[in-house]
Protein backbone atom coordinates (compact mmCIF):
# COMPACT_ATOMS: atom_id res chain seq x y z
CA UNK A 1 0.00 0.00 0.00
CA UNK A 2 3.02 2.28 0.92
CA UNK A 3 4.68 1.53 -2.18
CA UNK A 4 1.45 2.27 -4.46
CA UNK A 5 0.80 5.81 -2.62
CA UNK A 6 4.69 6.45 -3.25
CA UNK A 7 4.78 5.59 -6.60
CA UNK A 8 1.29 7.49 -7.59
CA UNK A 9 2.60 10.65 -6.06
CA UNK A 10 6.18 9.85 -8.10
CA UNK A 11 4.16 9.97 -11.26
CA UNK A 12 2.27 12.32 -10.29
CA UNK A 13 5.37 14.84 -9.93
CA UNK A 14 6.81 13.56 -12.93
CA UNK A 15 3.94 14.63 -15.08
CA UNK A 16 3.28 17.75 -13.51
CA UNK A 17 6.91 18.99 -14.39
CA UNK A 18 6.95 17.28 -17.83
CA UNK A 19 3.71 18.78 -18.57
CA UNK A 20 4.38 22.39 -17.20
CA UNK A 21 7.65 22.13 -19.20
CA UNK A 22 6.21 21.21 -22.42
CA UNK A 23 3.82 23.80 -22.60
CA UNK A 24 4.31 26.80 -25.20
CA UNK A 25 2.89 30.32 -24.79
CA UNK A 26 -0.62 30.51 -26.34
CA UNK A 27 -0.77 32.27 -29.84
CA UNK A 28 -3.74 34.17 -30.41
CA UNK A 29 -5.80 33.93 -33.77
CA UNK A 30 -6.59 37.58 -33.46
CA UNK A 31 -1.97 38.06 -34.04
CA UNK A 32 -1.84 39.53 -31.40
CA UNK A 33 -0.22 38.63 -27.60
CA UNK A 34 -2.66 37.18 -25.65
CA UNK A 35 -2.45 39.25 -22.74
CA UNK A 36 -2.72 42.06 -24.97
CA UNK A 37 -6.01 45.27 -25.19
CA UNK A 38 -8.74 44.07 -27.77
CA UNK A 39 -8.68 46.72 -30.34
CA UNK A 40 -12.20 47.72 -31.66
CA UNK A 41 -13.05 45.58 -35.15
CA UNK A 42 -12.98 47.69 -38.44
CA UNK A 43 -16.55 49.59 -39.05
CA UNK A 44 -17.99 47.57 -41.64
CA UNK A 45 -20.68 49.62 -43.92
CA UNK A 46 -23.83 48.16 -45.32
CA UNK A 47 -24.53 49.21 -48.65
CA UNK A 48 -25.67 53.13 -49.57
CA UNK A 49 -28.36 51.99 -51.74
CA UNK A 50 -32.21 52.85 -50.80
CA UNK A 51 -33.89 50.17 -48.92
CA UNK A 52 -37.35 49.64 -50.98
CA UNK A 53 -36.58 50.79 -54.13
CA UNK A 54 -35.06 47.16 -55.42
CA UNK A 55 -31.76 48.51 -55.29
CA UNK A 56 -30.45 45.59 -53.51
CA UNK A 57 -29.14 42.40 -53.81
CA UNK A 58 -30.66 39.47 -51.87
CA UNK A 59 -28.19 37.66 -49.75
CA UNK A 60 -28.05 33.89 -49.97
CA UNK A 61 -29.27 31.70 -47.34
CA UNK A 62 -27.05 29.45 -45.71
CA UNK A 63 -29.45 26.61 -44.53
CA UNK A 64 -33.19 25.46 -45.37
CA UNK A 65 -34.66 27.45 -42.47
CA UNK A 66 -32.69 30.46 -42.46
CA UNK A 67 -34.51 33.60 -41.92
CA UNK A 68 -33.70 35.86 -45.16
CA UNK A 69 -31.20 38.50 -43.57
CA UNK A 70 -31.18 42.10 -44.06
CA UNK A 71 -28.94 43.78 -46.99
CA UNK A 72 -29.33 47.33 -45.64
CA UNK A 73 -28.42 49.11 -42.23
CA UNK A 74 -31.76 48.93 -40.02
CA UNK A 75 -30.71 52.30 -37.88
CA UNK A 76 -33.81 54.87 -38.65
CA UNK A 77 -36.38 51.36 -38.56
CA UNK A 78 -35.36 50.36 -34.54
CA UNK A 79 -36.23 50.56 -31.69
CA UNK A 80 -39.61 48.42 -32.82
CA UNK A 81 -42.43 49.59 -30.48
CA UNK A 82 -45.85 48.32 -30.56
CA UNK A 83 -46.74 51.68 -32.03
CA UNK A 84 -43.76 51.56 -34.85
CA UNK A 85 -42.70 49.23 -37.01
CA UNK A 86 -41.05 50.18 -39.98
CA UNK A 87 -40.29 47.15 -41.46
CA UNK A 88 -44.23 47.13 -42.30
CA UNK A 89 -44.28 50.19 -44.32
CA UNK A 90 -41.90 48.20 -47.22
CA UNK A 91 -42.16 44.63 -46.61
CA UNK A 92 -46.14 43.56 -45.84
CA UNK A 93 -46.07 43.93 -49.86
CA UNK A 94 -44.03 42.37 -52.62
CA UNK A 95 -43.87 45.98 -54.94
CA UNK A 96 -43.46 49.53 -53.65
CA UNK A 97 -43.14 52.26 -56.08
CA UNK A 98 -43.25 49.97 -59.04
CA UNK A 99 -40.15 48.05 -57.35
CA UNK A 100 -40.21 44.09 -56.57
CA UNK A 101 -39.79 43.89 -52.75
CA UNK A 102 -39.13 40.65 -50.38
CA UNK A 103 -42.97 40.17 -48.71
CA UNK A 104 -42.98 38.50 -45.20
CA UNK A 105 -44.20 35.20 -45.37
CA UNK A 106 -47.90 33.92 -44.85
CA UNK A 107 -46.73 32.50 -41.83
CA UNK A 108 -46.07 36.59 -40.16
CA UNK A 109 -50.04 36.69 -40.81
CA UNK A 110 -52.44 35.63 -38.35
CA UNK A 111 -55.44 33.25 -39.14
CA UNK A 112 -57.98 34.84 -37.29
CA UNK A 113 -56.95 38.15 -36.94
CA UNK A 114 -58.17 40.74 -39.41
CA UNK A 115 -57.44 44.19 -40.27
CA UNK A 116 -59.94 47.13 -40.16
CA UNK A 117 -59.41 46.51 -44.21
CA UNK A 118 -60.45 42.58 -43.82
CA UNK A 119 -57.02 41.39 -44.71
CA UNK A 120 -54.98 39.48 -42.69
CA UNK A 121 -53.09 41.13 -39.39
CA UNK A 122 -49.77 40.67 -38.66
CA UNK A 123 -49.34 37.94 -36.35
CA UNK A 124 -47.68 39.36 -33.02
CA UNK A 125 -45.62 37.05 -32.18
CA UNK A 126 -43.91 37.68 -35.54
CA UNK A 127 -43.93 41.29 -35.27
CA UNK A 128 -40.38 42.16 -33.65
CA UNK A 129 -38.26 41.61 -37.23
CA UNK A 130 -35.03 42.30 -36.01
CA UNK A 131 -35.57 38.78 -33.31
CA UNK A 132 -34.53 36.26 -36.49
CA UNK A 133 -33.81 39.06 -39.52
CA UNK A 134 -30.43 40.14 -38.91
CA UNK A 135 -28.59 43.24 -41.21
CA UNK A 136 -25.64 41.68 -42.83
CA UNK A 137 -22.52 43.06 -44.09
CA UNK A 138 -20.67 41.85 -47.03
CA UNK A 139 -17.46 41.32 -45.09
CA UNK A 140 -14.38 39.01 -45.64
CA UNK A 141 -14.63 36.07 -43.23
CA UNK A 142 -12.35 36.05 -40.28
CA UNK A 143 -11.41 32.77 -40.68
CA UNK A 144 -11.27 30.34 -43.49
CA UNK A 145 -14.31 28.34 -43.44
CA UNK A 146 -15.21 25.05 -45.41
CA UNK A 147 -18.93 25.26 -44.44
CA UNK A 148 -21.02 24.62 -47.31
CA UNK A 149 -25.15 25.00 -46.54
CA UNK A 150 -27.89 22.86 -47.61
CA UNK A 151 -30.22 25.01 -49.21
CA UNK A 152 -32.31 22.64 -51.00
CA UNK A 153 -34.25 19.47 -50.26
Do not use: W
Not at 10 to 23: F, K, P, R, Y
Not at 80 to 94: A, R, Y
Not at 125 to 153: E, I, W
Amino acid sequence: MKKTVIGLTLATIVATVIGCASTATPVSMRGAAVNSADRAPEVKTYSEKTPGVGEQKLISRTFLTQPPLVPHTIDKYVPITLEDNGCLECHVTDELRGKKLPKMGASHFSKTVKQSDGEPAVEMSRYQCDSCHVPQVDAKPLVDNAFVGVTKK
